[in-house]
């Protein structure tokens, strides 16, 4: 496909860091401590959200890919970093993968 | 993670149909012979869009998963349809994804 | 424009509801009591992007937007439902813009 | 509501954006003489979803509406410049509610 040199890995990386921010944000809205996981679901949904329009936009050969690969490393990274405060096996999860995808949104955009 | 099981195989399907149907639309847009690419260009964007959303409604495991993935196969099969009609790389490879998709779907759908 | 007539209050019932969901799901995740509000946080979710979905496949005319709006009754009944069990000025507001949403939906499928 | 006052001007004149260009985009796709009209086509898609996207940011608060509204701004400035080289109605209206958005995503980020 046409698209596959160039934004193949990066897509991919977004789209598991999406799905690892919805499985976050799902099993944290059913822990038994849910008050200290207020940011931790907000910041999971906004970076889901951007995860898949970053994708979307790549897939489709925006032209603002630039501008939003770069949105989707700060959302990436601010979701890492506040999950990284806690234990949970889901918050860990999704740390990793958001920062994997802010790497492979960084590999992508020194290419471009 | 939670929705590895469930749903894996199918979010996969999902994702790799918006792509083919993403680039088909790029692509289309790009052909010297438009005229007869009006309706793939329409109904790439329609599968992609919906493909794009029922990935994120099993990764949050919405409670609308069942309509959504009907929803699902209707355009995945309409697209791949009109796909079939044209003898693009990109419309063939899309045609694949769709039916692939579909596919993914229903036997996902199958099991819930 | 193309869409005035058939669609046009259907779609600005559905970005009200969008607005309202996402404010009341905002809210929810301030209040002090929130273990009583997973569920109208999560719905508050599913009715704010199934309503964007909503308004945006009206607006771009798709073929399915009987699917997509009967979709969108069940989720704005749903929300409206869950909102009602609580005394949040918020969830006040967004269950009765699921309720007006539903209702426009149900009047514009009534005409296709 | 909570957004009322700070972002609601805004958030509408993306809805109306994001209107006008699906609606653009549809009656594009339909025009006889197509091929001048490539760029329309994707820039309006490219346009009504930033649009979408930039309104359901707002209203979840989101903590990215800078950076996302000034996205925004580019995307409807591109979109309203391509509009303007061409004569149809629908590119007119399209151009006019690209052009208010802009000013609207302005004027909000000249506030926050």
């Given amino acids: 496909m046409l698209n596959e040199l160039k934004y193949k890995e990066c897509i991919e990386a977004c789209l598991q860091c999406m799905n690892a921010c919805n499985v976050c944000y799902v099993s944290c809205l059913k822990e038994y ?36 690969c770069e ?7 601010a979701c890492a970093e506040e999950c990284e405060k806690h234990d949970h096996e889901h918050c860990k999860q999704c740390a ?17």
């Avoid at 990793?96 to 471009?112: T, W």
């Fill in 96 to 112: 990793e993968a958001c920062r994997k995808c802010a790497e492979a949104c960084r590999e992508m955009l020194s290419h471009v």
């Fill in 71 to 77: 949105l989707c490393i700060k959302a990436c990274l």
């Fill in 33 to 68: 401590e849910l008050a200290m996981l207020r940011d931790c679901i907000a910041l999971d949904r906004e970076c889901a959200d951007i995860c898949a329009f970053a994708a979307q936009a790549m897939s489709r050969k925006s032209p603002y890919v630039k501008e939003i």
